[in-house]
């Protein structure tokens, strides 16, 4: 990776901080819950045992977030200090920092150059009674919840968290727990804590889709710290897994998007819509439109609600008022009513039945798009389930 290009984001990014803290954060800080007495020791001590994870992070942003470089215009100890430097910007940008508490963070005399960056014990907790205990486990916490991160990544300016926390993502675990189907392999997607520790159950997990079930908070080779290249990262869940006739598809957006995956009559023609081809970062696209702070009336976007934006929309279908472009979603509507008449009045033994139910819950379980994502390969499989019946 380029080390001058990573260092130069990070000061970009600093700057950015710095506007942000100046006008204040939506949330106050809530550093970890650590073991009483405990202190900060500094990432370099951790890197004595942990120097892969150390060698990976300090290639982050966080790690850099009070990087030293004067010869940078966007340098954030410059700006910093232009500013007055204000206290409340290092509540963001270094290790510890909690005027109330004795305990070596950032704060306190001859500690803010140690412990300057957002590393190690920012998400751990101070170590000293994990580095006492020659690495004792439970003297050091490994916290999942995407609060921990909201705050910081909060307010007008970079609402990351806000977004997040009004996503289905954040209340993706409990939904599963809720629809009385839920298997302990379902939490692969439903939950952060088995994805890092695969000994949870639906009886153990805790945590939703996180932060950190995206992002790896000690770096990646991705952009944004993610775990897979954006793409991969969304159709590692929103996919049918695989599903056959016989079974019901979960998620089919992938397989919709694409156009693949459904029960396809043989001689017959499955167009797809341009979308999968035309939109670049297919996902992101749509799902992650961002936009800059403008004023308290027009915050920032950014893009953590995962929610559709009509002005990606309009980009190519000018005018566009709402989803429902040229009627396509009132005409796959319409086509899963007819088709769901049939199936109620069909036999549930009849070859048609498994076949025309398998693809209506395809099109059905395409995350609510009513047939935005592939409205030709949709409409075909509708229309084609609805001709093949035979009363």
Known sequence: MDTKKIVRST??????FIIIMAIG????ITGPGTTAGARYVGAEVCRLCHSTAYNDEMMTAHFNTMVDAPDDPFDFISIWEEDGSPEFCLRCHTTGWDESLDNGGADEPGRLKLMSGVKCEVCHGPGSEHVEGGGDV????VRYESELCGSCHNGAHHPTYDEWEESDHAIALEDLLDSGHAGDHCLECHSADYYYDRTITVE??????ECVRCHDAHGSNEEHQLILPAEEMCASCHNAGGAQVGSTPHHTSLEMLVGYGAYEWAGEDYPNSPHKDLIEERCVRCHMYTEEYEDEENPAIAGHSFEPELYVCQACHAGATDFNINGSQTDIENLL???DAELEAG????QWYAEALFNYYFVTNDGGSRGAHNYKYAKALLEDAIFYYEP
Not at 11 to 16: E, I, N, T
């Open 11 to 16: 000061a970009v990014l600093s700057a950015v």
């Open 25 to 28: 954060c939506a949330k106050e």
């Open 138 to 141: 439970t003297k050091i916490e």
């Open 204 to 209: 153990t997990a805790v945590y939703s889709i």
């Open 337 to 339: 009513a007819q088709l």
């Open 347 to 350: 036999d549930e033994e009849d």
